[in-house]
């Protein structure tokens, strides 16, 4: 699994995105909320040409929606220490958010990325946030 996240997300094969689209769709298929992906930075899907949770998501033909903007770049190249320090990943998008959100990612490292996503979530309204990965490392 790990070897075909690495091609999906380095490698843009995106067509990968339909070899996770049935685990996808039979964890997400009654999601107990709204479907929320978590996005990217601006340069990074520059460098990686498209959005991997939502291809995943799409291909799996799960609803979602965007409440969030990355306002810092890749986690990636830090350390576990410093990935775990990091503050303010997301702003909001101003948008009304609803009250319950399912969170999705493609991959949980530490944590950070989904605790910083889901502060952000209910610092704009959300009371209840359920979070997902496809893999966790």
Same mark, same amino acid.
């Given at each position: 699994?790990?070897?075909? &996240?690495?091609?999906?997300?380095? &490698?843009?094969?995106?067509?990968?995105?339909?070899?996770?689209?049935?685990?996808?769709?039979?964890?997400?298929?009654?999601? /107990?909320?709204?479907?929320?992906?978590?996005?990217?930075? !601006?340069? $990074?899907?520059?460098?990686?040409?498209?959005?991997?949770?939502?291809?995943? &998501?799409?291909?799996?033909?799960?609803?979602?929606?965007?409440?969030?903007?990355?306002?810092?770049?890749?986690?990636?190249? #830090?350390?576990? #220490?410093?990935?775990? +320090?990091?503050?303010?990943?997301? +702003?909001?998008?101003?948008?009304?958010?609803?009250?319950?959100?399912?969170?999705?990612?493609?991959?949980?490292?530490?944590?950070?990325?989904?605790?910083?996503? +889901? $502060?952000?979530? $209910?610092? !704009?309204? +959300?009371?209840?946030? /359920?979070?997902?990965?496809?893999?966790?490392?």
């Amino acid at each position: 699994m790990k070897t075909f &996240l690495h091609r999906y997300k380095f &490698l843009q094969d995106v067509e990968l995105s339909r070899v996770f689209a049935e685990e996808v769709k039979r964890s997400l298929r009654k999601p /107990r909320g709204v479907v929320v992906p978590i996005p990217m930075h !601006a340069s $990074k899907l520059r460098e990686r040409t498209f959005p991997q949770v939502d291809r995943l &998501l799409d291909a799996a033909e799960i609803n979602y929606r965007h409440f969030l903007i990355k306002s810092n770049s890749t986690q990636g190249t #830090k350390t576990k #220490k410093e990935r775990m +320090a990091v503050e303010n990943l997301f +702003a909001w998008n101003g948008e009304a958010v609803p009250k319950k959100i399912l969170l999705v990612d493609d991959l949980y490292t530490t944590g950070t990325t989904l605790r910083q996503a +889901a $502060k952000t979530l $209910k610092d !704009a309204g +959300a009371e209840e946030i /359920r979070i997902w990965t496809l893999i966790r490392s």
